[in-house]
């Protein structure tokens, strides 16, 4: 299945500041998905991204936000902007693979 | 909506003792269903997943069988260990084959496992 990379793979910043996560696969691929771990939550997906085109955001989630780029078929970034505490999560990408969904190790986030 | 629901955790078991974890997915169609684990500290792996109705999927002792009539796909183990302490995730996802989809994963709220000794 595809090796992904990501980082950091934490960071502490302070609130008002951005965060840029990248992505980094060893394969080419179609989509890429952007998800937030919550403490003690399950995963939620922020956006699909596809190469070429603006990333299509699920409910609750804003471009303004978290601004997602997709330069090319084996990297992504996630940035998390104007960053409070209530964003203080993992943040993980996923690719799809044939095996069911491949993952980086997540970035965890904490935001004081 | 699509949904999964899996059980309220946490869940203790003592080594050997047999492990259910129920999940069961509201879906239109016919998805794939898939268990995650999360180890402590590590990132999501995925455990095993079935892909049709009937299909069991079975990786480390874990087992869990695409039940389309109860709409469920428990996970069990016939004797945990103390290293399969984690948390677990019951997902679906409509994959690469469906052609509506986007391929995401929708995940239960995830049920989290400690074997003692």
């Known amino acids: 299945s595809a090796v992904i990379s990501q980082k950091p793979s934490r960071d502490i910043c302070q609130r008002g500041t951005s965060l840029t996560i990248q992505c980094q696969v060893d394969?080419?691929?179609?989509?890429m998905f952007w998800y937030r771990q919550q403490p003690g939550q399950s995963l939620t997906l922020i956006a699909t991204?596809?190469?070429?085109?603006?990333?299509?955001?699920e409910s609750g989630f804003v471009i303004d936000k978290f601004p997602i780029s997709r330069p090319n078929l084996t990297f992504s970034t996630l940035t998390v902007s104007n960053m409070s505490p209530e964003d203080s999560s993992i943040y993980l990408c996923?690719?799809?693979?044939?095996?069911?969904?491949?993952f980086g190790q997540g970035t965890r986030l904490t935001v004081v | 909506g699509n949904s999964v629901t899996q059980m309220e955790g946490p869940v203790t078991l003592s080594e050997e003792a047999f492990l259910t974890i129920n999940c069961t997915y509201t879906?239109?169609?016919?998805?794939?269903l898939f268990w995650y684990v999360q180890y402590p500290g590590e990132g999501l792996q995925l455990l095993l997943k079935?892909?049709?109705?009937?299909d069991k999927g079975s990786n480390k002792g874990f087992e869990a069988t695409y039940r389309k009539e109860t709409t469920s796909f428990h996970l069990e183990k016939g004797s945990v260990q103390v290293s399969d302490s984690a948390v677990y995730f019951c997902?679906?996802?409509?994959?690469?084959?469906?052609?509506?989809?986007?391929?995401?994963?929708?995940f239960g709220k995830g049920t989290k496992l400690s074997v003692k000794p």
């Open positions: 996923s690719v799809e693979d044939p095996r069911g969904g491949a």
């Open positions: 997902a679906l996802s409509w994959g690469m084959n469906y052609g509506g989809s986007q391929g995401n994963l929708i």
């Open positions: 079935a892909t049709k109705a009937d």
């Open positions: 394969s080419q691929v179609t989509m």
């Open positions: 879906a239109t169609g016919y998805p794939s």
């Open positions: 991204a596809n190469q070429g085109s603006e990333a299509t955001y």
